[in-house]
């Protein structure tokens, strides 16, 4: 609805304690005519309280700020009713193996380092703003090896397997260390047996990292078929996103590394 009464364009907070990269991206987005940045915060607790007013479609946010860290304010943006329809990705300056599941299950449905190109940016928030995640090729590799070291994944696996599977996506997902420890995963086996047959086939292909239209290809059906297929899985297991689809997928066995 917040979409259509804004003609399509992208609604855009950004949350960073540093005025300059807040600037940085804020010029950067509102040169395009498809999205603008609606509201700044320069802490977890103002981007919460903002996004209750603002209702933005896509928060860009800081991992490490002051009074409250990105993560717990993904968790309670995420949880707020005004919020349904609000993704988030995550901004991080560190690159470190810890914030992968934690960014995950945080609810948030990218990550981005700070460096990013400005091209990148922009795309990643119109592939985040259509429904799907951005994943990157590394963080996917740590984010299946440490689930391999919690014994979520077959362990007959090998360094090259790992490689070869993260080879075929695309983007990247993160988060904070603080946040893994508490959090656990909220998936169970009960809900692949929601699943049909040919939803399972498509979640494998998901893990994959295949695109729908790759997916239509491969298995000989229309891309509004395989749209509709990634919806009623994403209902069924309780996913945001196609990130945490490939984790489902992963930690119950229909995908391995």
Do not use: W
Not at 82 to 108: Q, R
């Amino acid at each position: 609805m917040e979409n259509m009464e804004n003609n399509g364009v992208i609604r855009v907070a950004i949350a960073d304690d540093q005025e300059l990269v807040r600037a940085g991206f804020a010029m950067v987005i509102n040169s395009q005519q498809d999205m603008h940045v609606v509201s700044q915060a320069s802490n977890g607790s103002q981007i919460v309280e903002l996004s209750k007013s603002q209702n933005p479609d896509i928060i860009l946010m800081d991992v490490r700020m002051p009074v409250m860290d990105g993560l717990e304010a993904t968790r309670k943006i995420l949880q707020q009713k005004t919020n349904e329809n609000t993704k988030i990705i995550i901004l991080t300056t560190f690159d470190l193996d810890e914030y992968v599941m934690a960014a995950i299950h945080a609810g948030a449905s990218g990550f981005l380092l700070k460096d990013t190109e400005p091209e990148t940016l922009l795309n990643s928030i119109r592939t985040v703003y259509q429904g799907n995640a951005i994943i990157a090729p590394t963080a996917t590799k740590r984010l299946i090896e440490n689930m391999i070291q919690q014994g979520k994944v077959a362990t007959n696996t090998t360094e090259n397997s790992v490689a070869n599977y993260t080879a075929q996506v695309s983007y990247d997902v993160q988060a904070n260390p603080a946040a893994q420890a508490t959090q656990s995963c909220a998936y169970t086996n009960s809900a692949i047996t929601e699943l049909t047959d040919r939803e399972r086939e498509v979640l494998v292909e998901i893990a994959h990292g295949l695109s729908n239209q790759e997916i239509a290809d491969k298995l000989f059906i229309s891309l509004p078929t395989v749209k509709t297929h990634v919806a009623h899985i994403l209902g069924k297991i309780g996913a945001r996103d196609r990130v945490q689809a490939v984790v489902f997928a992963y930690e119950n066995g229909l995908a391995k590394p």
